[in-house]
Structure formats: C-alpha cells, structure tokens
Antibody, heavy 129, light 111 residues
C-alpha cells in the first residue's frame, strides 16, 4: 500500500514563503513513484476540498488552480520519491491542510484527467500575523 | 463557494439506500465522464470510492455506485451501514485551467 507523508507546514506571516514536501513509499507490482502524476489538494479544516496543483511523471507538465496566480511552484525529485510545493507571497486565505495525492495510473497524457487514488494525512499551513 | 453543488447533509436508516447529488455545469460534470467521489471520516484523509462517473475503485464495496445525467452526478449507497457515516465529496475534471473542481461535501448520518 502506498504511503504518502507530507511535511513542512508551519505558521507563516502574510507575504512569507514556505516549501512543503511529500515523501512516498510502498509502491508495488513494479511501479515506482516516477510512474505517477502527483497533486496537491488543500482543505480548510471543517470545509471542502480544493485542488491546488498537478505535476506529471517527469516534471515536464505542471498545472495550477487559478487562485495560485503564479505564487506556487510544484516540483518533484523521482530519485528521492519526493514531491514539493514552493509557496510564495502567502495570503491568509491560503491557510489550510495541504494533502499530497497520487493520480490514478494511466501511463500517458491522460494524467490530467485522473482522480486521486492515494492521499497523505496532510500538513497544516497557517498564514497569520 | 464550491464550484459543484452538493446537499449539506443526508440521512438514512441502516439497510436503506441514499443518493447524494452533485450539480455542475457543461464545463465540468456535464461536459465529460471524469467525475469521482470521495469518502472522508473526521480527521482522516479522503478515500477514492468512484471514478469516471461509475467505476468503483479497487476494494470498494458494490454497495457504492455512481451515475450521471446531464449536469448532475449522483452517488448511491445501498444497504446503509453505520460505518458509512462520513463526509462525501464529488469532484469533476473541468475545461478550465483549474483542472479539478470539488463539491462542498455532504455529511451522511446513519440514523
């Protein structure tokens, strides 16, 4: 069973920066972390889910929600089985629990349309002065 | 405000069936068949139940089923059990740059 562990969430002031990490393990049947697209999804505690960003298997394809407005950068290091989210110019409305979530395997450009089949437990980002 | 509309709450008795709706537009739910449903217990991560409108994810009970008509997708849970009490979220691929939209979530109470 795939195990995703997020880290890096802290309290940061508005306008500040933060880098979230997600480390993966437990891949089976010959598949590796590098075979899957990965996402960041956030959730204000007690509220709904909100998709943030997606990266394809090799990092060449990245996608962001409109609210990101160029402030976040998603990246990955397949040699370390790790996913990252660099967050700059943080706003109070970015306060949320940030989950990393694996895209269902599809093996091609269909990665943009794949749901999220494995999730970490999340890391809490609080933007407050 | 969430992009997709779900009822805030539904309830049912053990053994009954319930249906949760998820209404969007022709730019998301109505435009293709990439609708998925997630179950979330308090304090836990979401879990994928249904994808591509009606495909059950690996290991998911056949008591869970999905369907779609026009701009509205639905999740039906049959033979309700106490363990089904949780929050349920729908999600849809969209034709905008924000690739995925979520519903606001529905709290299922098993009476």
């Amino acid at each position: 069973e795939v195990h995703l562990v997020e880290s890096g969430g802290v309290v940061v002031q508005p306008g500040g920066s933060l880098r979230l990490s997600c480390t993966a393990s437990g891949f089976t049947y010959g598949f590796t972390f590098g075979d899957y697209a990965m996402n960041w999804v956030r959730q204000v505690p007690g509220k709904g889910l909100e998709w943030v960003s997606l990266i394809n298997w090799n990092g060449a394809g990245t996608h962001y929600a409109d609210f990101v407005e160029g402030r976040f950068t998603i990246s990955r290091d397949n040699s370390k089985d790790s996913l990252y989210l660099q967050m700059n110019s943080l706003r109070p409305e970015d306060t949320a629990l940030y989950y990393c979530a694996r895209g269902l395997y599809c093996g091609g450009d269909c990665y943009v349309r794949q749901p999220f089949d494995s999730w970490g437990q999340g890391t809490l980002v609080t933007v407050s002065s | 405000q969430s992009a997709l509309t779900q009822p805030a709450s539904v309830s049912g008795s053990p053994g009954q069936s319930i249906t949760i709706s998820c209404t969007g537009t022709s730019s998301d739910v109505g435009g293709h068949d990439y609708v998925s449903w997630y179950q979330q217990y308090p304090g836990k991560a979401p879990k994928l139940l249904i994808y591509d409108v009606s495909n059950r994810h690996s290991g998911i009970s056949n008591r869970f089923s999905g369907s779609k008509s026009a701009n509205t997708a639905s999740l039906t849970i049959s033979s309700l059990q106490a363990e089904d009490e949780a929050d349920y979220f729908c999600s849809s691929y969209t034709t905008s740059s924000t690739l995925w939209a979520f519903g606001g979530g529905t709290r299922l109470t098993v009476l």
